[in-house]
């Protein structure tokens, strides 16, 4: 059995040396940057969405509020023309009530798109810290990649002397 276990580690062996050929560090490193760009490019239509998203809802609420303050005039308008005679009084006030009430729904459905745009900036702000954590590793690894294509450079070079060192004879020939 020791001999078949030494045979198979000789076949493991060579298929692990197989392999080590195949994988070029640069290479490697120059997909790793490409997946990190695709996702960079993913996280910034992401961020994109979610401002947008934010934005709206801000102005929507903005909108609501301004709405609402038109209502609440509109209410004090008709009380106004009521006192000085020139409506009803029952007639100012159903509408005035009317007003009022559209102003409370304008009011909470600003409340309610604000809490959104609150919500909505937070999850914006967690994608930026993403997006500049990606492009920190981007940053890092194309340094990276810059040393081991440096690497190489210098590892070829050597190759090229230490061969050529080899091709000269103990009498400083070349053989």
């Not at 509109?74 to 005679?85: I, Y």
């Amino acid at each position: 059995m020791g001999i078949f276990s030494r045979i198979f580690k000789i076949f493991q062996s060579e298929a692990h040396s197989v392999v080590d050929q195949l994988e070029d560090p640069i290479k490697l490193t120059e997909q790793g940057i490409r997946d990190l760009k695709k996702d960079l490019a993913q996280a910034m239509r992401s961020l994109a969405e979610v401002k947008s998203l934010s934005i709206r809802m801000r102005k929507d609420g903005e909108d609501q509020k301004k709405l609402a303050a038109d209502y609440e005039r509109k209410a004090m308008m008709l009380l106004q023309r009521a006192q000085s005679g020139e409506l009803d009084a029952a007639e100012v006030d159903r509408l005035a009530t009317e007003a009022l009430t559209k102003k409370e729904d304008s009011s909470r459905r600003a409340q309610e798109f604000m809490t959104n745009h609150e919500q909505q900036q937070k999850m914006a702000d967690q994608l930026q810290n993403k997006v500049n954590k990606l492009k920190s590793a981007i940053s890092k690894y194309e340094n990276e990649l810059v040393t081991l294509r440096a690497r190489a450079r210098t590892a070829e070079s050597m190759k090229k002397i230490n061969k050529q060192m080899a091709q000269v004879d103990a009498s400083s020939t070349v053989a």
